[in-house]
Structures are given as structure tokens and as C-alpha cells.
């Protein structure tokens, strides 16, 4: 059975009121790879009646009362994604497919049924928010998921070009869950229930809006940003409020001034791994609810398992460390085997499980021997810390257990794989060509200039080449036809015509072809954005020009991609 969706199912399912309305522009896709799903199948097994309201008509405020009004608040999330990351490509153009509305289909109407308008609205977490706030001012709304997340504090966005508020001031929102939320969503639901006011709630993961911070003022290890209106009128406050931010890493209290009003935020909670099995273990339909016929990005995950989340690679230009986190936390052998059997259990199952793994796979199981630390530079630009202990072995015995799983035919590894040695030795190399992958083995260079690789925070180019030589000679040893299909960001901030020479030169030289290009997009908070916004390095101070015409930007992804 769903969650409901409307006033018919809620009565089916005897529900009155809902405690909980979650409220996403995603089609509900019942399935523990979608946000909305997990959340809302969590706070139903700790005995909430959660409904959700999946793509409401958001120019009419009373559409987001069609469950009617919740008995605790409204949580609204902007997707699986931001939305003007969904809504437009690199060059600021609208895009023409929404994967996660039925057939990619972006607009409420189809064609021939006249003027259009997006099921996604730009800045979907304000849209929305402000019109719950016009329909039923009084119940609390929790935001959150990746675009509340990452647009948490004063930042540069690309697609207006300039320094917005933090969303939390935008949206109108009580309280803001940041990272994964499950656990602070329940605790905030809880505080909300037992009548404390948002102001006043001091939960880990989250943030409100307070006229005052007598609370941390003389605690030294509150961290106090530069103003928002600091940051709007110079970019190096701006640069020093990122490397605030940055090398908190959500261990302290963080605040930041607007105007008369200040955000405050509370430290991080890591989830711990049987808790991240607890909800992983949660009943699902694994399937998209029945109003919608086929929803594109559920048929790239449907029979893919989870099995771990954060990175330690710390990408300049990924979002993931900001949301997930720089820790890897892993679910269980037990877990991750239990779901493969659920699955392959069900009546449509062909017999693929096309992923096991997390933003990256190889790093399920990895850990720190000392603890953890600040700067998380796990991979010591591919030599790898000491400290590091790598779970590849482990992950690989999971898939060949999982294998053996009763009509289980195949495996797949389609996360992303990294090629440092420290976590992908000779052995993991030839038991991923021998038996996960078909034909490809996709991975990420990124780049093949070594200065614009050192600011992405990428391995270099010598890391790559060690990577290839072992890699050829598995290869030519096992008779594999296996072959290298890169990644690349083109227009990345540094990155010149020398540079692009550089990564042709690099594409040829080690015969990469069937390249896969993207122009740089500058998204919320990450360190390239603010490069990109700079013009230099907030770390290091090293100037990164960067060429800023599309079409410029598009002849250089062209000239690559012929290349390859």
C-alpha cells in the first residue's frame, strides 16, 4: 500500500488528518532511492500518518491543501536535485525533459493543450513554501533536501548572478533540515508535537531563523559568518565566509547575520550504520505509485540497492560532500544482501541487480584508523592517507555473495568508481572487468590538464596513467575486451585553451574514446562555484580564470568530444 496522495486514498486508509504532509515536485516513486519515499515511510513506522502531495498546480495556493491541513507542519523539498539545475542546462537554456515527472514530460499540460507551464517551478523550496504560507499561515513548514541544503547560507547562484539569502529567509520556512534528514526530520516532527516553538528548537542537522544569539555569543567554538550584507558587497568576505563554512564542516554552531535577524545552525549528527540499515530495512512498494504510468529515473534505479552513503573524494566542483557528507557510513552485509533478495523475489524481476553501491562504490567500508579529520583529504591527491582502510575487499565479497542469490543472473557496478590504488588494487580491478561491468568501465578523469585536475581536487594525470598501465595489463592477461569510457568537465575554472589542448592530448594519448562531456555548471556552495564566482581559489588564493561564453564553452565540449 502507498502513502496517500489524496483525500480518497487518506479516507481509504482511515486517515482523518495527516500528521505530516510532504510536499515534492517529484513524481512519487515509492522506492528507497527517492527522498519523499524514505522520509515519508520513516516517520510511518514511528506511527505518523504522512501523506504525500506530489506535484502540486503551485499557482494555486490551495492546491497544497489538497490532503488538507497537517496536524504537525508541512516538509517541503525542492527534489531529488535543485531545481534550476533540473530546469536548465549549462547555458541557461530550459530544459526539454523532467526525469522525474511521468514520460519526462516538464510541463502540467501536454502538447496541443496549449500555453505551458513547468510541474518543477524555478526555486521550487520558495515557490512553495510561500504559497503553503498564503493557503495556511499557521503550521510550521520544514524544508529540505538537497536544494534547501545547499542554499542554507548566504551563496552565489549562477542562474540570477548574484549573492541570494540564505533559502531559509527566502522560502519563509520555520526550520531547515540540511543533509541526510531522516533522523533530525523525526526529532524536529517531535519538538514540533510536543509544542516548542521553531525558534527554540536545537536539533543536530538543522537551522532557524533568531532575533538573537545570546545562546553561543561567548561560546568560542561558535563559528560567526560575515553578514549576509557583508558578503553581497565584497567577495572577499564572501571568500572568507566559504572557508568559514568549509573548514567548520558542520561541527559547531554556525551563524550569520541578516539584517536584524540571524541564521543559526546547529552541528551535524553522523547517522550511524545499524541505523542507516533500520532505514533501508523500511517496507516499499519499489514501484512508481499507480497515477503515474513511467517515470524515467525510476527505470534507471529500480532494481539498484544502496549501500552506503558520503565521499571522501571531496570534489571541488561536487555537491555530494556538502549534502551527504565527506564520511562514508555503510550498511551491513546482512542489509544490503536481505533487500538483493527482495528483489529478486518479485514478480518482474529479470534477473539484474543494476547497482550495489553509493556516490562512489568502492569506497563502501572504507574508514578512517585515526577517527576522522577536518580536512578529509582521504586520498591524498592518489596516494592515499595512512590512515586510510579501504573496504573494497569487503565490498566485492558482497557482490559475489549477493550472485549467488537465487535468480539473480547479473550484477552491475554503475556508481562511480574511483581508480586511485589505495582503494582499487590489481585484484578489485580484475573482479570488476571480470563480472560487474559489461564492456565499459566508466570513470571520471574529469580533466587531463594537471593544473586544472589540482583545483578540481582531482588525482593527477601520473595517478591516471598508473591506473591505465595496471588496467591494460589485467586486461591483455584476462583476454577482457573491456574498454575506458571517461567523463569530462569542460569550461571547469582554470581551464583555458592551453588546458583543453592539454585534455585532448590526454584523450588521444591513451586512446579514451566514447567520451561523455558536461559543461561546468556552478551549483550552491561548492569550492568551483566560488572559484568560478572569484575569479581565484578561496583556499589557496590561486587566481582561476574562467571562461564564461556558452558558446565558446560549447565548441571546446564539441572539440573534445570528436576527439575521443
Not at 512519487?28 to 506511527?47: K, N
Not at 548566504?154 to 531547515?176: C, E, G, N, P, T
Not at 545562546?215 to 558587497?233: A, C, G, H, M, R
Request: with cysteine.
Amino acid at each position: 500500500m502507498f502513502l496517500p496522495t489524496s483525500r480518497l486514498e487518506m479516507q481509504k486508509q482511515g486517515i482523518e488528518q495527516c500528521d505530516i504532509v510532504i510536499v515534492t515536485p517529484d513524481a512519487y516513486v515509492d522506492h528507497p532511492s527517492f527522498a519523499m519515499a524514505i522520509l515519508g515511510r520513516f516517520l510511518e513506522r514511528q506511527g505518523y500518518k504522512v501523506g504525500i502531495l506530489s506535484q502540486p498546480d503551485w499557482k494555486n495556493p490551495e492546491s497544497f491543501l489538497e490532503l488538507g491541513v497537517p496536524r504537525i507542519a508541512f516538509a517541503v523539498s525542492g527534489g531529488q536535485a535543485d531545481s534550476m539545475v533540473i530546469n536548465y542546462t549549462a547555458k541557461k537554456i530550459p530544459r526539454k525533459e523532467d526525469r522525474f515527472c511521468e514520460d519526462g514530460n516538464p510541463y502540467f499540460s501536454k502538447k496541443g493543450e496549449g500555453k505551458k507551464y513547468r510541474i518543477r517551478p524555478d526555486r521550487t523550496v520558495a515557490v512553495y513554501c510561500n504559497q503553503i504560507k498564503t493557503a495556511c499561515r499557521d503550521v510550521p513548514i520544514i524544508i529540505g533536501g538537497i536544494e534547501a541544503s545547499l542554499r542554507r547560507i548566504a551563496h552565489y547562484d549562477f542562474w540570477s548572478d548574484k549573492i541570494r539569502r540564505s533559502i531559509l529567509f527566502d522560502s519563509k520556512a520555520d526550520i531547515l533540515v540540511y543533509g541526510m534528514g531522516e533522523y533530525p526530520l523525526l526529532e524536529t516532527v517531535q519538538n514540533l508535537e510536543n509544542g516548542i516553538p521553531p525558534e527554540k528548537i536545537r536539533v543536530p542537522n538543522t537551522a532557524v531563523i533568531c532575533r538573537e544569539f545570546d545562546d553561543y555569543q561567548n561560546d568560542e567554538n561558535t563559528v560567526i559568518l560575515p553578514s549576509f550584507k557583508e558578503v553581497e558587497d565584497s567577495k572577499d568576505k564572501f571568500a572568507e565566509a566559504w572557508r568559514l563554512f568549509e573548514k567548520n564542516d558542520d561541527r559547531n554552531v554556525l551563524v550569520q547575520k541578516y539584517d536584524t535577524r540571524y541564521y543559526v545552525q546547529q552541528p551535524k549528527q553522523q547517522v550511524a550504520p545499524e541505523e542507516l540499515d533500520y532505514i533501508y530495512d523500511l517496507r516499499f512498494e519499489r514501484r512508481p505509485h499507480p497515477k503515474y504510468k513511467r517515470i524515467p529515473a525510476f527505470d534507471m534505479i529500480e532494481t539498484s540497492v544502496t549501500s552506503h552513503r558520503g565521499c571522501f573524494g571531496d570534489c571541488s566542483f561536487c555537491a555530494i560532500s556538502a549534502h551527504q557528507g565527506k564520511e562514508i557510513v555503510s550498511r551491513s552485509r546482512d542489509s544490503i544482501l536481505k533487500e538483493v533478495k527482495a528483489i529478486s523475489g518479485m514478480n518482474n524481476f529479470r534477473g539484474t541487480i543494476t547497482d550495489i553501491g553509493g556516490p562512489t562504490a568502492n569506497m563502501y567500508g572504507s574508514k578512517c584508523a585515526s577517527g576522522g579529520c577536518i580536512s578529509h583529504d582521504c586520498l591524498k591527491s592518489g596516494e592515499g592517507c595512512k590512515n586510510l582502510v579501504p573496504g573494497t575487499k569487503e565490498y566485492l565479497s558482497i557482490l559475489d555473495e549477493a550472485l549467488r542469490i537465487q535468480s539473480v543472473k547479473r550484477i552491475q557496478i554503475n556508481s562511480g568508481i574511483r581508480y586511485e590504488q589505495c582503494i582499487l588494487n590489481d585484484s578489485a580491478i580484475e573482479s570488476i572487468l571480470g563480472k560487474y561491468i559489461s564492456g565499459r568501465m566508466k570513470i571520471a578523469p574529469e580533466s587531463g590538464s594537471d593544473k586544472v585536475l589540482e583545483l578540481m581536487n582531482k588525482p593527477s594525470v601520473k595517478i591516471f596513467e598508473d591506473f591505465y598501465k595496471r588496467f591494460a595489463g589485467i586486461r591483455k592477461k584476462s583476454g577482457l575486451k573491456c574498454i575506458l569510457t571517461p567523463y569530462l568537465i569542460t569550461g571547469h575554472p582554470g581551464e583555458g585553451e592551453k588546458e583543453i589542448l592539454e585534455t585532448s592530448e590526454f584523450l588521444k594519448r591513451f586512446g579514451l574514446s566514447g567520451a561523455q562531456s558536461q559543461i561546468f555548471t556552478p551549483t550552491p556552495m561548492t569550492r568551483s562555484t566560488a572559484m568560478y564566482y572569484l575569479g581565484y581559489d578561496p583556499m589557496t588564493g590561486q587566481k582561476t580564470e574562467s571562461e564564461k561564453d556558452r558558446k565558446k564553452l560549447e565548441k571546446r565540449k564539441t572539440y573534445l568530444l570528436n576527439r575521443s
